[in-house]
């Protein structure tokens, strides 16, 4: 079963065609990248008037590398949101008309569950033996732990109060006059320092209290640099980011370690968005959990149209579409049963 995802939720435009949720047949993406970076920051109205430059050719193009024809598409799947709502309406608005033109069944997909199947592609797919799965979402929007008891069942038992944990690296990386993405830059900076150097607070540190919190060691982190002499020596430098990185990953790990305690059927925990790409993370996760550990393909953490077409796979295999197109993006999503 062939299916297009189309993916328009943010910055990026993408189209993508995936074989029965585990074969990706092509996955282009156009990013946006030059159009925001001179403002910083992606103003929603150029995102939106960039996917729609972009759709089709993309959609063309997805069709192109996968060697098909519109008449080898069984279904479509569409970002139905969350995310900037003039760019999701551009990529449901046109897979409406797709459907309407060509009689495919049309799937609406929640993006930050798609971010789960996304990371599953980096293992052919999410398979039955995979569940019950403690799958994360750690991104620079979300911290969100779901317990799955199959692909489409997502039930969401952690999140973050405050700032996310990608959020934070962003923030502190930016506190160090580092540029956007902070999380790699703080990774390669963290390397060759101390962690025990500087004190840490701890964040949640109720071991059975399963919710997330980074605005504290945030603020924490802007205090102490402040402290510091200017510039930061190199050493404090690398030992204030091990610092840094050790508090933050090891809350997600402390976490992991708790809801496991609560759910011992688990059966892998999974880690998708683009702190999942940390190696630390897969090192401290490595040590403190016995269960399988799935850390996805980098460039299958970020967003893309592959993880929409996925997700949708198994959606329309578990939940059968109806052919109503009266849903909108960002409505209630017209498959209730897969939100809990
Ligand atoms: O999932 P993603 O690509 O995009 C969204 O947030 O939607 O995640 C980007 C986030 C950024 O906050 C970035 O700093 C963080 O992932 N990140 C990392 C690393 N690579 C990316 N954080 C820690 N360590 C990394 N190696
Ligand atoms: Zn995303």
């Known amino acids: 079963m062939n299916i297009l995802g189309i993916e328009t939720s943010c910055d990026e435009t993408a189209a993508a065609i995936v074989r029965n949720g585990s074969e990706i047949l092509s996955n282009p993406i156009a990013s946006q990248v030059a159009t925001h970076r001179p403002f910083g ?4 109205e150029l995102a939106a008037r960039e996917h729609l430059k972009n759709i089709d050719t993309l959609v063309e193009e997805a069709l192109k590398q996968a060697g098909l024809r519109r008449d080898d598409i069984n279904a479509i799947a569409v970002t139905q949101g969350p995310g900037l709502i003039g760019a999701l309406l551009v990529g449901v608005s046109y897979a409406k008309g797709f459907s309407l033109a060509s009689g495919l069944p049309l799937i ?6 798609a971010h789960v199947h996304g990371a599953f592609l980096s293992f052919a797919g999410a398979k039955p033996e995979d569940f019950p799965c403690l799958a994360l979402v750690v991104s620079g929007g979300h911290t969100n732990m779901y317990f799955m ?4 069942r997502f039930k969401l038992i952690a999140h973050s109060m405050d700032d996310a944990c990608g959020e934070s690296f962003d923030k502190v990386a930016k506190m160090l006059g580092r540029d ?3 999380g790699p830059a703080i990774e390669a900076l963290a390397r060759n320092g101390k962690s025990s150097s500087y004190a840490m607070p701890m964040m949640i540190e ?3 209290r399963l919710v997330f919190s980074y ?5 924490h982190m802007l205090n102490l640099i402040r ?7 190199e050493q404090a430098l690398a030992d204030l980011c091990a610092g840094f990185q050790d508090a933050a990953l090891g809350q997600i790990v402390r976490k992991i370690e708790a809801a496991l305690i609560r759910h011992p059927e688990v059966q892998s925990v999974l880690i998708a968005g683009g702190v999942a790409a940390n190696k630390r993370l897969q090192e401290l996760l490595g ?13 299958l953490c970020s967003d893309n149209a592959a993880m929409i077409a996925a997700f949708g796979y198994h959606l329309f295999k578990e939940k059968r579409p109806s052919q109503d197109l009266s849903w909108d993006a960002y409505a209630r999503y017209p498959f209730e049963t897969y939100l809990t």
């Not at 920051?41 to 929603?44: R, S, T």
């Open 108 to 113: 609406p997909v929640d993006h930050v569950h």
């Open 41 to 44: 920051g992606v103003i929603p």
């Open 206 to 208: 109720k071991k059975d």
């Open 227 to 233: 402290s510091l002499p200017q510039p930061i020596p």
């Open 215 to 219: 605005s504290g060691l945030k603020t």
């Open 149 to 152: 008891e199959g692909p489409t």
């Open 287 to 299: 040590r403190a959990v016995t269960k399988r550990c799935l850390f996805p393909k980098p460039a």
């Open 180 to 182: 956007y993405p902070g």
